[in-house]
């Protein structure tokens, strides 16, 4: 019985030590995954983006343990503002939450209520007649994309003329409308469209700069030629 009871205590003393470590592993995990966030990092140029509607998002998410919480959630809601394009929310040892954030490059004006990035897409924020862009598009929801593409083409085709597009419109029937920076009206229609670009590119190079100067607006939408409108103020 003696050497029974001995052979128990032995093992006791070995397993003690084991036990007594997997208590404090137990504990350091758990003091661990309970251990609040200590840091918030975040980075990234943003100018329009509303920090602090940013901030009042963010908090709810942070108050949890720094292990559990959801960067998924996070992001999501992050990214309700209409400026933020993108948040890349990362943890970083031992408590530290790091926030990348990146803004929407304003490109133009849509439909005059609407927003379009550099991307092509189309956002909403707050008082968008107050930012300054060049270029209106406006165009029917499911015809933006080919409003996007027919801008493209031209602006590179004109490109050589040292004008740009200031508002390109595209009718729900499909006939193209487009005010250049030069003050000028173009009316394109929708027939013959390559056809009738190629005619207005010739006729304006052979005028002079005064000349264009003078013109108001220009009616591709002739079968062999094109009509020509001048600004009032000029004896035409």
């Known amino acids: 019985m003696a050497t029974r009871h001995s052979g128990w205590q032995g093992w006791l003393k070995a397993l003690l030590p084991l ?4 208590l404090a592993a137990s504990y350091a995990l758990h003091w661990m995954l309970a251990r ?3 840091q918030v990092s975040i980075y990234g140029e943003v100018r329009y983006v509303d920090q602090q509607l940013l901030q ?3 908090l709810p998410w942070l108050s949890e343990a ?3 919480v959801d960067l998924t959630g996070l992001q999501e ?3 309700r503002d209409p400026w933020l394009e993108k948040a890349v929310i990362t943890r970083r040892w031992p408590n530290q939450i790091s926030i990348q954030l990146q803004e929407r490059q304003a490109w133009a004006r849509w439909n005059g209520r609407a927003v379009l990035d550099e991307q092509g897409e189309a956002f909403y924020p707050a008082n968008p007649e107050s930012l300054d862009l060049s270029l209106h598009i406006f165009s029917e929801a499911d015809q933006l994309q080919e409003a996007l593409e027919f801008h493209q083409q031209l602006a ?4 050589p003329l040292d004008i740009a597009i200031s508002e390109l419109r595209l009718e729900p029937r499909g006939a193209w409308q487009l005010q250049l920076t030069s003050g000028v009206t173009l009316m394109l229609g929708r027939d013959n469209i390559e056809k ?9 190079d052979q005028w002079s700069e005064d000349k264009q100067a003078q013109i108001n607006i220009i009616d591709t939408r002739y079968p062999n030629g094109l009509s020509v409108g001048w600004k009032k103020t000029e004896d035409k």
Do not use: K, S, T, Y
Not at 19 to 22: C, D, F, K, N, T
Not at 196 to 204: D, K, Q, Y
């Open 19 to 22: 036990l007594l470590l997997l």
């Open 36 to 38: 609040p966030v200590g």
């Open 56 to 58: 009042q998002r963010a």
């Open 66 to 68: 720094f292990w559990r």
């Open 77 to 79: 809601d992050l990214e």
């Open 156 to 159: 590179e085709a004109i490109e």
């Open 196 to 204: 009738r670009i190629n005619r207005f590119i010739w006729v304006w």
